[in-house]
């Protein structure tokens, strides 16, 4: 398999009071192989939407990326680029799609504007051949009567409509790379489905990799083929999809599977997680979910870790120690 | 589209109407009238004060006078000043041209300059050149144009004698001087009034125009853009500033009416030969009938800035052209 994509100990901060700067992302390592999909999981406030943005160094100011972070795809070292370097991987390398297709279309410029420039900044052709290249990645994500829908503006659309659009501006530039951050949140329920459908068709058809990230449990499942479970800045959990979902073993990951309705079995009341994600710049000391957790013991104190906890899955708990789990646990 | 533009024009004639009747009417409440003056500095008798009076029309209803001022005015015709002693509409022709000159200068480089500063400003938020662009533009905001102009005046127009200080034209200029050397002449007496005026309503806009991209600055939309791979002229210019326009084309609309009244203070301490300095001394004299033509060029320009707001943002904004 060929690594597309490494994050190696990325850390965002922000300026915070009297010269201090917090970390809303705080070491986060993972990578990305070729036709991959791996979904980063977590509350909103847990840094990884920051995690998408500053993968093509998009952090909004005041923030940054701090010195030690590593970014690679393949052999471009990203966080190295500045300027019209950094400009030509944006959309060519990696493509992004944003939670709210509302807000994320510039609603002064039409479809066919908003697709063609996204090629035309990678492309050396002429605008007419963009537009042919705009037509067909509206009829590739699935928009009826393509060539009435360029002329249109973002407003005319429903939000279906417009993630396909976004989602077509996305793929504008044939990155390698889709990064899908929480892309059916803002939607219906049957639209989500049907935008999920058009992701997992064109990754099949394009061979992309995909980083869907996403606070929503259901739509990892049967498309994702691993998982890493973010909590505070940090990944906490990482396992291929049918083993986390078969044995969850952080506790933080545990509690988001007992706070998701079940449809079958008897009538339960839900399990949510007590308390709320503590702010970016007061990140407990030790374990990050010692103060929530359940389990937490003496040994939380001291900040642990990603551990083993069985082939291909690792955990950021002690408890890691005491349960390594024998084949499929 | 066609229809709405209709009816906004509808709309902005009755405005105008409703405009003109209040003037003319409250001109008339106002106390004092045109000949109350004339006896206070030389012995004028009753009788001759009530047959001016008849001949200005004065000594009719104030409804009749108006219908009398309308007519005239379907006719292009103002009436006859009675300061002045001659029509209305050749005095203010005489007059427009220099504070259309001052006006349009002054929004011309408000409108470039300003709007220029303050998206250089959002786009440099919290840096050094944002926080010298800041205090310059308030201390600029906060000071009076007429004191402005007087020190301004003094220093470059006295001290330094660097540039005229009163007036369009240098009396001295030969009676033969091409067309350029006097276009150079009035635009040198041009350079102080101007720098005046616009060093006040620049800082304005400036920071109106900073505040609009800050907004623009942090919506999805602008992220999207760098995220295709635009360059971050693009970015800025052409998804960020067409957005932040919008809110300052209602700031045009507001200034527009400086093209014809100019600036009363400016005018009478540079000398210029504006309708400021005019419609001020008819403010005085009760002089209604010039007082009424000077106040409907700006009731005029008043609505004609709406409009031209209104029209400017169904054509920029396809939400509502379209929506």
Redesign the interface.
Known sequence: MTTVLEVNNLRVSFPGPAHSRFCPVDGVSFSLQRGETLALVGESGCGKSLTSLALLQLIPAPGRIESGSGIRLGDTDVLALKGEALRRIRGRRIGMIFQDPMTSLNPVFTVEAQITEGILAHFRISKAEARDRALQLLQEVGIPDPGERLKAYPHQLSGGMRQRVMIAIALSAEPEILVADEPTTALDVTVQAQILEVLDDLRARRGMAVLLITHDLGIVAGRADRVAVMYAGQIVEEASTPRLFASPSHPYTQGLFASVPRITGPLQRLNPIRGSVPAASAWPTGCRFRPRCPKAFDRSEVEPPLLPVGPDHRMRCWLAEQTKETGHG | MRSWLLLRLIQAVIAFVVALALLFVLMRAAPGDPLSRLSADRPVSRQEIEALRARYGLDQPVGTQLIAFVSGLLHGDLGVSIEHGRPVTSLLAERLPATILLGGSVLLLNFTIGLWLGVRQAVR??QREDRWLTTLSLTGYAMPSFWLGLVLAWLVGVEWRLLPAAGMQDPLLEADAGFLSRAGDVLRHLILPVVTLSIVSIAATMRYQRAAMLEVL????M??????????H?VTWR?GW??ALFPVITLFGLWLPILVSGSVFVETVFAWPGLGALAAAAVGSRDYPLLMGASLLVAALVVAGGLITDVAYAL????VR??
């Open positions: 938020r919290g942090r919506l999805p939309y992220v999207t853009a760098r995220a295709k791979g635009l360059a971050e693009d998804h067409r957005n920029l904004d396809p939400r379209l929506g």
